[in-house]
């Protein structure tokens, strides 16, 4: 049985969808792990599938210093459906992703949130593990991890253009390097350890 890895996001804009595409791209980088991208509105049909993934990726723009309202009410809802049928999340792996208009954009609130939500739901947090970029003469816009955060794959996208032309490559490769350590760590986690959710 492969590992499942579910991306669970909300794109206002589309901006933080591009972000989810390359992170389903690096989790399907890693052999014997199988991917499964959710919208927070198809998400909460999906309680089922999301008890048997072994792990979770959270997504979401940053607005006003945090998460959509709509990721939020995912969250939300997440602790009549999870929680109090027994806690069905409890040590899964979790790692998150974020996009605002704005290079920091107060990203560091949104992916602090995610980590309190997995925490909450006994999760495991996996940080990006990139050393920050683009802070010296030598680094450029270019490099992976650009922004500089360390929870999470952040994104910027400019405002005034479409989620064709943004997030920028260097953004999307960051998020694709997360999924892709996801992967890896979960498969690492998960095998010699068969799944006790009855059903799965």
Same mark, same amino acid.
């Given at each position: 049985?492969?590992?499942?890895?579910?991306?669970?996001?909300?794109?206002?804009?589309?901006?933080?969808?591009? @972000?989810?595409?390359? =992170?389903?791209?690096? =989790?399907?980088?890693?052999?014997?792990?199988?991917?499964?991208? !959710?919208? =927070?509105?198809?998400? /909460?049909?999906?309680?089922?599938?999301?008890?048997?993934?072994?792990? #979770? #990726?959270?997504?979401?723009?940053?607005?006003?210093?945090?998460?959509?309202?709509?990721?939020?009410?995912? &969250?939300?809802?997440?602790?009549?459906?999870?929680?109090?049928?027994?806690?069905?999340?409890?040590? /899964? #792996?979790?790692?998150?992703?974020?996009?605002?208009?704005? &290079?920091?954009?107060? /990203?560091?609130?949104?992916?602090?949130?995610? =980590?309190?939500?997995?925490?909450?739901?006994?999760?495991?947090? %996996?940080?990006?593990?990139?050393?920050?970029?683009?802070?010296?003469?030598?680094?450029?816009?270019?490099?992976?991890?650009?922004?500089?955060?360390?929870?999470?794959?952040?994104? @910027?996208?400019?405002?005034?253009?479409?989620?064709? @032309?943004?997030?920028? /490559?260097?953004? !999307?490769?960051?998020?694709?390097?997360?999924?892709?350590?996801?992967?890896?760590?979960?498969?690492?986690? %998960? &095998?010699?350890?068969?799944?006790?959710?009855?059903?799965?």
């Amino acid at each position: 049985m492969s590992t499942k890895i579910a991306i669970v996001y909300h794109s206002g804009y589309g901006h933080t969808r591009r @972000q989810a595409e390359a =992170v389903k791209t690096g =989790v399907e980088l890693v052999s014997d792990v199988e991917a499964l991208m !959710l919208t =927070v509105e198809e998400a /909460k049909d999906q309680w089922v599938e999301l008890a048997c993934a072994d792990a #979770i #990726i959270f997504g979401a723009p940053t607005y006003v210093g945090g998460p959509s309202a709509a990721f939020k009410e995912f &969250q939300e809802a997440s602790s009549a459906a999870v929680m109090r049928n027994g806690y069905l999340w409890r040590d /899964k #792996i979790a790692a998150g992703f974020t996009n605002s208009g704005t &290079q920091a954009g107060d /990203k560091l609130a949104t992916l602090t949130q995610m =980590v309190i939500f997995a925490a909450q739901h006994g999760m495991h947090w %996996v940080s990006l593990d990139l050393p920050p970029a683009n802070c010296s003469a030598t680094g450029s816009e270019h490099d992976l991890n650009r922004l500089g955060f360390w929870l999470g794959a952040a994104a @910027q996208s400019n405002v005034d253009a479409g989620p064709e @032309q943004a997030p920028p /490559k260097a953004d !999307l490769l960051t998020a694709e390097h997360l999924g892709r350590r996801v992967a890896e760590i979960t498969l690492r986690f %998960v &095998q010699g350890s068969p799944s006790t959710v009855s059903g799965c």
